[in-house]
Structure formats: C-alpha cells, structure tokens
C-alpha cells in the first residue's frame, strides 16, 4: 500500500514511525515532513492545504490512501475533496462538517449539549450581544473561560482569576477581554466567543479511532504538559511533554469515559449524519468538585479535537503494538471491528526540547548536535524490546544548505522513552534531553512527576 501522511510536525513524526513499521506500507510519503520524517519515508514539498497538489501527486504516484495529521486541511474540507472523486485514495480523517468539532467551539459544545454528552454550561455571543454576554458573565462564577469559536492556532482560550489572589477584579477583567477577544483579538476566530462555566480539576487525553459505522477503539490514553515552566508555571505552549498511561484513568473512570462521553459522540456522529473515518481527540478533565449533575472524580469533556494530539502522539503510538496501518485500512473500509487493538503495558514518556524565547519570539537556524548519539534508535528499529534505547521525534526541525539539521520552530524535537514505570522512563528521557544540544535549548524536567500521588 502505497500512503501520503499530511503534515510536518512531531506528531507527523511519530505516525510516520509507526506506519513504517507495517509490513503493508510499501511507500510512505511525507507533506511536507521534516528533517526527522525523512528516516521513514520520502519528504514531498506539498503544503497541506494544497488540495489541488496532492491529488495530483496522489496520481502519479498511485497512492492508496492520506492521513491527514493536521487539523487545517480538514476543516478545509480534505475529506469531501477526495470523497467523490473515482480511484481516488482513502483519506483518513472526517468530512468538513463533522471537522466542525474542532473547527466551532459553539458547533461542539451544540453537538454535546444535544446527545447529552457531560461538559460545561455555556453561551455564545457576538460583538453585537456583548451586553447579553455581560449578564451570562454576571451569572457566573470567576474563573471564567472564554474561548474564540474558531481556529486560533491554540492560543484562543482565556482563563480570567484562575489564581485565587486574582479574583478581586476578576468579573471587570473578563469584561473587558471578552470585548478585546469579539473586537478581533483573535481574527475572524474570535468573531464568535463561547463563554464557559469554569471545570476544576486534573486533565487527560483520550484518544479514539472510529471508522463511520458506530465501530471504534480507545487508544491509550495520555496526560499532556502545556505550560512552559516547571510546576506547570508560566505561558501556555503547544505542549512541553507527555506521559501514557495515566493512573486517574483507571478502569472505573474509563467505564465512564466510554459509557458517557465516546459511545454518545459516535452514535451523535450517525444520527447528525456525519461522516466520521479517523481519530477523534477528547480533552476530557476528571472533576475535583461537584458541578451541575456531575460530581468529583467524573470526567467531563474540555474540547474535542478531530485528529491525534501533539505531543500525545508521541506516546500514544509507541504504545500501540498493533500494526496501524492495518487499523486504519479497517477505518478506511468500515471494519474496524474486525481489527485487534494491542497496547504495549509499559509506560512511554516524552520530553519536549524547545527553542529559547518559545512561546514568545525565538530564533530559528541554530544547528543541532548530539542526534546521532547511539542511544537513539534510528531509521525503522522498533525499541519495543530494548528500553535503553529512545526514540527522536522531529518537530520543529529541517536541514540547511550544508545538510546538518538546524532548528525551524519553537518547539524543536521530542525524547520518548519507554520504562517500567513513569520515573523510569522520564530518567530516560532526560538522558537523551542533556545529550542533544543546540543554542537556547530549554525542557522541562518534571513531566509525570505530578501523578506520582495518585
């Protein structure tokens, strides 16, 4: 089978990894890719939302089927672009209407709100009901969530007095951000803002692959590490590390993941008549607190994505022992179920290296070393069976003209190692972290370390 992965980051990094592996892929093509994704397949100067490009290059090179790692091309409508077309490829990811779910915040928190799925009270507002949007504000308990409707490159949530010793001036300055945010603080984003009730408590990722006929299967689930200090202190990023399994998501709380939240989603993709083939991305919370009907330790959902998360993947498919590309041919043609999930018991965990300055201005082109140390495996070699090993997953990365690899965004490679449990991984990781090295380099150094209570 001859597949074209979409996009150029770690998580593409990390699918490409693992579609490698398949002894059904006999090509794999990257578009774009970076310096890393070159080490499994063929890179292909094609941006992601170059519809026209990649059905062309898909001819020629007689291409069996695109998984789109991005959410761009697919709220662009990648999907229904291919979809009609006779012997065109597969295309695994959701029809533009159903990429909604990512694309509209006010379209998700409708589609949960309408098959009973448990989330946060919410409103919706425009410029034009900025006064309306003051008084669901008013009813409302500080911290206050709002969010930009549209795609904001993952900058488009505020969280107004999230700190306690905030809250005096907390309802004035949610106010007037709310009246920042509908005056364009966020593009055409934020033309639409959600205003949330504010969830308390400890968040996961669940990932889940569903293939359009009511099948699907829970990947491994993962804890993500957003903010750029230790401590989980400072600005936002688009995700320091992560760690898989997670202790909270045992099976009691997972018992209630499926029952409550993912056989709702599925079965709402079919009566809505969505048509849904790929991953579906839950940003669940596990609540520390009771609120509406809910009550402490039940999960709640965040957000849904409409695609892997990053740097979850990075974890999620060192623990998938099965061969992907098979689950996916089973998407593809509507027969997941007939498809077996195996899930490594181990615990994987990825440190994010980043580029100084990142989340804010930072400089790219700095030349990396220490990549081709021997405790990182290489190429396709699977280190299922040897933990002394890493994995290196690219993600802001590419080659300069004298073909040394040099960094090309903030955040820049990513360290997964397996071990027997969280510390022992993370120690791993960090070996790797200290032996790359390049101008600026910073990591956190305490990821997982949080859920060593639970």
Known sequence: MNVLLLGSGGRECAIAWKLAQSAKCDQLYIAPGNAGTSAYGQNVAIG???FDKIAQFATEKHIDMIVVGPEDPLVNGISDFFADRPGAPKVIGPSKAAAQLEGSKDFAKGFMSRHGIPTARYQSFTAAEYDEACRFLESLQAPYVLK????????????????????????????RELK????????AASATVVIEEFMSGIECSVFVLTDGEGHYKILPVAKDYKRIGEGDTGLNTGGMGNCSPVPFADDTFMQKVEERIVRPTIEGLKSDGLRYKGFIFLGLIRMDRDIQQYHAGDPMVIEYNVRMGDPETEVVMPRIKSDLLDLLEG?????????TLEVDPRTAVTVVLVSGGYPGSYQKGKVMSGLDNAL??????????NAEHSILFHAGTALDAEGR??????????????????????????????????????????????????
């Open 48 to 50: 992601v939302n170059e």
């Open 180 to 187: 920042a945010m509908l005056d364009g603080m966020f593009g």
């Open 405 to 454: 690899t040099v960094t090309a965004g903030g955040r820049v490679i990513c360290v997964t190692s397996y071990g027997n449990d969280r510390n022992e991984a993370l120690a791993q990781s960090m070996r790797g972290a200290q032996i790359i090295d390049f101008e600026g380099k910073y990591y956190r150094r305490d990821i997982g370390k949080d859920l060593n209570n639970f």
């Open 376 to 385: 990182f495996t290489q190429g396709t070699v699977d280190p299922a069976h």
């Open 148 to 175: 930009a409707d549209g795609l904001a490159a993952g900058k488009g949530v505020l969280i107004i007095a999230e700190d306690p010793a905030e809250k005096e001036d907390a309802l004035t300055r949610a106010k």
């Open 331 to 339: 998407v593809a043609d509507g027969t997941l179920n007939q498809k």
